[in-house]
């Protein structure tokens, strides 16, 4: 079973830095493309950053310049640099992932980790 499980949340004052860290276990061939979301209350969960296997990266216009999405696919891990931060970065953030689990199966599976709070303190 293929699990995402994030790490690194904290409760930070504002103008800190975090690196959150997701790595994916448990039958994955291959990762087309692997993000961080991220959810505040009462909000709808949005997009953070992501990073297909291919290169090139996207990310929301609100954390362009401070936030930096990286991968190793050797680790089949996904990571989040987080700079500057501000309060309104308050959120639970979910790793996401887009793979194949197996070398005969060209289906494409999305999966999603338990999520990693992040607070920022004013």
């Known amino acids: 079973q293929v699990q995402l499980v994030e790490s690194g949340g904290a409760l930070v004052e504002a103008g800190a830095s975090l690196t959150l860290s997701c790595a994916a276990s448990?039958?994955?061939?291959?990762?087309?493309?692997m993000g961080w979301y991220r959810q505040a209350p009462e909000k709808q969960r949005e997009l953070v950053a992501t990073i297909p296997s291919g290169g090139g990266t996207v990310y929301a216009d609100s954390v362009k310049g401070r936030f930096t999405i990286s991968r190793d696919n050797a680790k089949n891990a996904v990571y989040l640099q987080m700079n500057n931060l501000k309060p309104e970065d308050t959120a639970v953030y979910y790793c996401h992932a887009r793979l194949r689990r197996r070398v005969w199966d060209a289906k494409e599976y999305e999966y999603w980790g338990r999520g990693t709070q992040v607070t920022v303190s004013s």
């Open positions: 448990g039958g994955v061939f291959s990762i087309n493309a």
